[in-house]
Every structure is written in structure tokens, then in C-alpha cells.
């Protein structure tokens, strides 16, 4: 039998990705929107009526100009791709070298190590401070090519201090990403501050708040020379027609990402409290989901909860999020059927 010894040293100790056996369960575990599919997408895709003989552009230039005028910034401070996960590719093929350096917090998105060590960088993680925040001269210490953490953080819920972040981006010699996944449902964002710092990378996405994950669209906003630097880098032609086109009527559609953001913030401390009344400790949340230490074994909840048909993330078994689980806030009727399953969970161990 081979062996994994034939793999890239950097990969070989990777495993796959939470791919969970579905059986037709709510998902409260990926953070995607609540309200169901993105209604101006879903129109494109209705009414299709695409060439699929050509190429796409290159490099995506009908979002890239409809991302722009939503930003008021120009087609050149943006890069787009196949998911915001392309972009964290991307940024790391672009801008590390070979055992460089790449910083984030612990905890935060899983998927970072990964693009760090597959791209031949060193992932060091530096811890939050107790309450979740940036632990800045920690962050810089190591000297990193790459500073990356996610504004909302995930899976904490919480902002970063945007006085911690802009401390981050002068002091450190190297790239910044601030990952706004969640960005849409947070009152600050870097995006409006990428002519200002130079080696600032904001990334965003249409996976969440713009209900569109199946399509894998996602972008990098940065100054013209980074974004420059990472088109030459990025594979050409990554992001399909249909999801390019979809995704530009998306854009055009601000009325669902406002309805979608309100919704959220209107639910979300119902949620809290009702976690509350059960015994949980949910923690203060900027995005549309909250992290919660449970009243009970982690792995006993979440599997209770799935086998009765709602799926939420357990986070118990890592360290500083030990026996926490994350949900995603749903509409009042999700957020109250999944307060009663995990009563009944509860009555029942
Ligand atoms: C969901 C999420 C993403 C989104 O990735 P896509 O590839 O755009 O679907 C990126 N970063 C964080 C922190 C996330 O939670």
C-alpha cells in the first residue's frame, strides 16, 4: 500500500474537511442565511441565458465593476474568485515564501493553517484575551509575512477593535488580511480603508449574508498595487459565468442583505436569552451566529440535536472553546424549535 510518505511534507498530515452524512436536517451549523436562497440569483438562474461555449472574463470584470460601484473604489482594487477560500489561496501563493511566518488567533477559522501549510508557510496561532479580543504585541511578535484574523471573528461571533486592527496594519512589516465573512451583519469594516493601508487585504464573500454558498463566489478588496499582485497569481477564468452573473445581480440587490441583517439582529438576542434560560453561556456575537458553552457534554448535545433533526457546530473538544457549541440565529420559528429540541435533550439525559 502506499504511503502517505509520498505526499508534500507540508501536506501530509492533512485530514478532509467537516463533511457531515446528511439526512434532510435544519442546518444551523454553516452560517449561511436563514431567508433561503438569494431571490435576485434565483432569478438569474431561472431565466438563464448564458453563452457557455466561451470563456468567462478573466478575471470576473462584470463583478469586479459592480463591486466597485457598491463600494464606490475601482475594478482594480478587487480580486475575485471561486469561494473566499480561493482568496486565502491566493493571498498565501501570492505573498509567502517558503517557511514564512503566518500569524492568526486561537481560536478562530479553521481553514487558515491549512492554506498557510499547503502553501509552504508556518502557522503560529496566538491566543485571544479573555474576552475574545486581539492580543496585538502577541499578534506582532513573531514577526509574520502574514497577519490573518476574521472580523467577525468565527467562531467566536464577536468584532475586533478596529483601534487594535489599524495598530496591527502599522506596526506589522508584512500583509493583513481581515477576513470579513460576516462583515454585512457588523457595524464597522476595513473595506472603505484599503487606499489608506497599503498591505491591508479585506476578504468577503457571497456564502452568507448574500445567501449564495452553492455558488462559490467570493473577493478580496485591497490597494491596486496587492490586488495587482494577486490577479497575476490567481488561476484565470476560476469563477464560472453563471456564478459571476448571479452574483452581479445579487449585488444589485441591497433590499435582501438589509432585510437579511435586520432580521439577524433582531433574533439574535431572543436566541441568546432563550440559550440563557437553558443554561447556557452564550458569548456577545456581531455576526449571524453565537458561540455558546453548553450546560452539558458537547458531543452528547450536538449529536442528540442532529439525531432529532437540527444540525449545530460543537466546538467542545478544542482548547479555549472547551464544551462550546456554535449556532447559526435563525428566523423566530428555527430559533424556537431549536430552544425546544434542546430542552427536550436536556429533560431527556
Ligand atoms: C464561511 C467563512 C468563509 C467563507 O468561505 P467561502 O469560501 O467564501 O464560502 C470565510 N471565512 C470565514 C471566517 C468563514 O466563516
Request: a negative charge.
Amino acid at each position: 500500500m502506499v504511503s502517505r510518505d509520498i505526499m508534500r511534507s507540508t501536506t501530509r498530515d492533512f485530514q478532509m474537511y467537516y463533511n457531515p452524512e446528511l439526512h434532510n436536517e435544519v442546518r444551523l451549523d454553516t452560517n449561511t442565511n436563514v431567508l433561503g436562497d438569494n431571490p435576485a440569483a434565483s432569478k438569474f438562474l431561472k431565466n438563464i441565458d448564458i453563452e457557455i461555449n466561451g470563456y468567462p472574463n478573466t478575471y470576473s470584470n462584470n463583478l469586479r465593476d459592480a463591486l466597485a460601484e457598491l463600494y464606490d473604489l475601482e475594478r482594480s482594487n478587487f480580486v475575485v474568485g471561486s469561494g473566499s477560500d480561493e482568496m486565502l489561496d491566493v493571498s498565501f501563493k501570492t505573498f509567502t515564501e517558503w517557511g514564512d511566518n503566518c500569524v492568526s488567533p486561537v481560536p478562530s477559522y479553521t481553514l487558515y493553517d491549512y492554506f498557510v501549510e499547503m502553501n509552504g508557510g508556518k502557522a503560529i496561532g496566538v491566543d485571544l484575551t479573555e474576552e475574545f479580543q486581539l492580543d496585538v504585541d502577541a499578534m506582532l511578535k513573531p514577526e509574520a509575512k502574514i497577519i490573518i484574523m476574521p472580523s467577525p471573528n468565527n467562531p467566536t461571533g464577536n468584532s475586533f477593535k478596529s483601534k487594535d486592527i489599524e495598530e496591527i496594519l502599522n506596526r506589522s512589516k508584512g500583509i493583513v488580511i481581515v477576513d470579513e465573512a460576516y462583515g454585512e451583519y457588523a457595524d464597522e469594516s476595513m473595506v472603505s480603508r484599503v487606499n489608506e493601508f497599503e498591505n491591508l487585504i479585506v476578504l468577503r464573500t457571497f456564502s452568507k449574508a448574500y445567501a449564495m454558498a452553492g455558488l462559490r463566489v467570493g473577493y478580496a478588496v485591497a490597494s491596486k498595487p496587492i490586488a495587482d499582485m494577486m490577479n497575476c497569481v490567481k488561476i484565470p477564468y476560476s469563477l464560472n459565468a453563471i456564478s459571476e452573473w448571479a452574483a452581479v445581480a445579487a449585488v444589485k440587490d441591497q433590499e435582501f442583505i438589509r432585510r437579511s441583517v435586520e432580521m439577524v439582529r433582531a433574533e439574535r438576542p431572543y436566541l441568546a436569552d432563550g440559550l440563557r434560560k437553558l443554561g447556557f453561556e452564550p458569548f456577545p456575537s456581531d455576526s449571524n451566529f453565537i458561540m455558546a458553552k453548553a450546560p452539558v457534554d458537547h458531543a452528547m448535545l450536538v449529536s442528540q440535536l442532529k439525531a432529532k433533526g437540527v444540525m449545530i457546530r460543537d466546538f467542545g473538544s478544542k482548547r479555549r472553546t472547551e464544551n462550546c457549541i456554535r449556532t447559526t440565529v435563525g428566523t423566530r420559528e428555527l430559533n424556537d424549535l431549536l430552544l425546544s429540541k434542546i430542552e427536550e435533550v436536556l429533560r431527556e439525559c
